[in-house]
């Protein structure tokens, strides 16, 4: 004998409707799961997984129809499936969910089944069209990456040590590592002072630091440091964008290249060397790290267009114009409202893209440990989502001369058919009076 308590699962049961057409259910079934990529590399036992989000929910479903009135059911149902955008399906097992019939839905009848009719369809998620405003998300997840990619490079350096090797062979390689940061300080002396000077005194403490009792992750720590004492880190958004080419320009120089070994070398020779290549990997890590996160630092742009048929639609109850504000004006200790910095330009975006991609390349090409290769991926992939982001509300410009010394009114009245552009030519350009703007070539939006 079977006994079912008041909490049977039959009792838990919805009743089944679609737009508030009821029918009954036979069986269902529902597939569920994440989106991933799976990157496979040559040479590389390992691969690297990238999860894409949450995949989309169907459900198939096999309902019935039946009764004196099946055929009025069946009808409405029809109606129901064919009537455009999405609708609520309520299902027995999950419940009320949002959502579209996909394809076409199967009706049949049978002289075997009198008095009902089957039906058979394809239900999925509607889902949600947003459009992001600021693209803050995009920075942060950058910023997240650059951290992990940090922490993987450390890591990736507590293999090293001087221990037990010839006093000669440390002397060596204490050497190699000075010429490198050598290197670094002279690319930046007139770029950043800040940075070509913390890397001459990480020259002077190599000994102490790399040196047995000393760990090898306050080298990696002091090296960071030292990228980041410049002043160019904090500065306006020209400067941040010098600095960031700068840095990853900076791992292209042939002084910090790896140094391969030869079969006649001899074993000394071949310590020295890893050694080396160590140092060398972990200087130019660093510096594609701190380039990367100093991306997510970068003014945001200070208006985005949404597109067509959305004005006033936009997540936030924006008011109905087309161009919506997301730049909120800082305040000091006083409460003075500080004027924000520029974003960067199209050029200048594509220009640090261009840079940080070569200089990731051929990182990638270089790296042996897969921890490594792996976070460098992700923080390549962060790195462009968060600059893509950027460039989709950033205005592209050209350079354009005036026919003649014309007021920056005139010019904007001409050129936009809009005498208020005559402001975003100013600030785009040096000129020393908006009544007389000189016939050189100015720097321009191109619409």
């Known amino acids: 004998m079977a006994f079912f308590s008041s909490t049977d699962w039959r009792d838990r049961l919805r009743d089944a409707s679609f737009r508030g057409v009821p029918f009954a259910v036979e069986d269902d079934e529902g597939t569920f799961g994440r989106r991933v990529q799976v990157h496979e590399y040559p040479n590389r036992d390992k691969p690297f997984t990238e999860d894409l989000g949450r995949a989309t929910r169907r459900m198939t479903i096999n309902a019935y129809l039946i009764g004196d009135d099946y055929a009025d059911k069946r009808d409405r149902l029809i109606g129901a499936v064919e009537t455009a955008g999405p609708g609520t399906l309520v299902h027995p097992q999950y419940g009320e969910m949002q959502g579209n019939i996909d394809g076409q839905v199967r009706v049949t009848h049978s002289n075997a089944e009198g008095r009902m009719c089957r039906v058979s369809f394809q239900f999925v998620e509607s889902g949600e069209l947003s459009f992001p405003v600021a693209g803050m998300a995009t920075a942060q997840r950058l910023k997240q990456s650059g951290g992990l990619f940090d922490d993987a490079i450390e890591s990736m350096f507590s293999a090293f040590s001087l221990s037990g090797i010839a006093d000669f062979v440390q002397n060596d390689v204490l ?3 000075a010429a490198m940061l050598g290197d670094v300080a002279d690319a930046f ?8 000077a913390a890397m001459r005194l990480l020259q002077g403490d190599l000994s102490v630091i790399l040196m047995p009792p000393g760990a090898a992750s306050d080298f990696v720590r002091e090296l960071q440091k030292a990228w980041r004492a410049g002043d160019r880190l904090t500065g306006d958004t020209s400067d941040l964008v010098t600095m ?49 996160q100093a991306v997510s630092t970068l003014a945001q ?38 004027e924000p910095e520029d974003p960067p ?5 594509t220009e640090i893209r261009s840079a940080l991609n070569a200089a990731i390349d051929q990182e990638q090409l270089r790296i042996t440990d897969d921890g490594i290769f792996q976070q460098i991926t992700v923080l390549r992939t962060d790195l462009n989502r968060d600059i893509s982001a950027r460039l989709a509300q950033v205005e592209i410009t050209a350079e354009r ?8 009114l005139v010019l904007a009245a001409n050129w936009y058919d809009d005498a208020d552009r005559e402001k975003d030519i100013l600030s785009r350009n040096l000129v020393r009076h908006p009544g007389f703007v000189p016939v050189k070539p100015l720097r321009v939006p191109v619409r």
């Open 345 to 349: 330009t199209w050029d200048e975006l």
């Open 401 to 408: 001369t005036p026919p003649d010394v014309l007021p920056a």
């Open 244 to 292: 960031i080419k700068t840095m990853s320009g900076v791992t292209l120089d042939p002084g910090l290249a790896p140094r391969g070994t030869w079969p006649t070398d001899s074993g000394s020779v071949e310590v020295q060397k890893a050694r080396s290549n160590m140092i060398a990997a972990v200087i130019r890590s660093s510096a594609i790290s701190t380039a990367a």
């Open 175 to 177: 050497a190699d590592a």
């Open 301 to 338: 742009p200070k208006t985005i267009a949404a597109p067509q048929g959305q004005a006033g639609k936009i997540t936030g109850g924006a008011a109905s114009n087309d161009i919506i504000n997301i730049s909120h004006p800082a305040l000091d200790g006083s409460g003075t409202a500080v």
């Open 189 to 196: 002396r007139m770029v950043d002072s800040g940075v070509s």
